[in-house]
């Protein structure tokens, strides 16, 4: 039996998937609270997509891959196949958005829905962990510990079926950062349960393993990272600058029937005074 580790860089690569898990949960949750408060339409299946595409690629497979950098198995290099990692990432973000829009799109998520969804969500991202497990090539056999794979999914369906909950449920700042910590917790426990549940026997005949280390995915996690990061922000904040410039505009249909009254808007220079008389 082979020894493998999670941390043969020590505490490094497991808080930097933590943070990473967090910071892709926290970036899902401000979407999904954002897309709630607006009306069931094209704009609220956007930012659903953003979310799925924060908390499905960034949460949980980015968190994954940060992770696997420091897995190692003494006496096998650790490889994976390129094509498979891919499928993992896709299928990362499309099963977190089909749960999104289950609980966001409707207009009043009921707890079934919530139930539900969190069930398909949750092993969809066992399935995405799996999957991911699959394209690891590696000078031996794997063997798997069936308990811990059950208790990784259990651990994922539940993680899942809280995040919908809260998703629907929490808008404040605060709880939506408590929110995002609880989940980053969440994901990478089922994350290391299910590394754990990992044994190797390594082949009595060497060979060689083909196909691409974990850091040279580094680079396009940081891109891909970045890009969420700059895409999500640039987002919210047209979005506020939309609803200020709405806000004004349904101030001024309501004090137009005003004697006269003269509106005050902000302009580049403080505030002016829209009136005639003026």
Not at 6 to 26: D, I, K, V
Request: charged fraction near 10%; charge should be positive; hydrophobic fraction near 55%.
């Amino acid at each position: 039996m082979a020894h493998v580790t999670e941390t043969q860089y020590g505490w490094l690569t497991p808080t930097l998937a933590y943070l990473f898990s967090f910071l892709g949960c926290l970036l899902g949750l401000k979407a999904t609270a954002r897309a709630r408060m607006i009306p069931v339409g094209g704009r609220r299946a956007r930012w659903l997509i953003l979310a799925a595409w924060a908390i499905g690629g960034t949460g949980i497979w980015v968190m994954h891959f940060v992770a696997m950098v420091g897995y190692s198995i003494t006496g096998s290099q650790v490889r994976f196949d390129l094509t498979i990692t891919l499928a993992s990432w896709i299928a990362a973000i499309i099963v977190v958005g089909f749960g999104l829009f289950i609980v966001g799109y409707t207009t009043r998520p009921t707890f079934p829905k919530i139930v539900v969804a969190g069930l398909f969500m949750g092993v969809g991202v066992a399935a995405m962990h799996y999957t991911g497990m699959a394209a690891m090539r590696m000078d031996g056999t794997a063997i798997w510990d069936m308990r811990l794979i059950i208790a990784s999914v259990v651990i994922a369906v539940v993680a899942a079926t809280v995040a919908l909950w809260f998703t629907v449920s929490v808008r404040k700042t605060g709880a939506v950062v408590g929110a995002a910590a609880i989940m980053g917790v969440a994901v990478c426990a089922m994350h290391y349960t299910g590394m754990a549940a990992l044994q190797v026997h390594l082949n009595t005949v060497p060979r060689d393993v083909t196909g691409f280390q974990a850091v040279a995915f580094l680079v396009p996690i940081f891109v891909f990272m970045l890009v969420v990061v700059v895409v999500l922000g640039y987002a919210m904040l047209n979005s506020a600058s939309e609803d200020e410039t709405a806000a004004l505009d349904d101030l001024e249909q309501r004090l137009s029937g005003s004697a006269g009254a003269p509106l005050v808007r902000p302009s580049s220079f403080g505030y002016r005074v829209d009136d005639d008389r003026f």
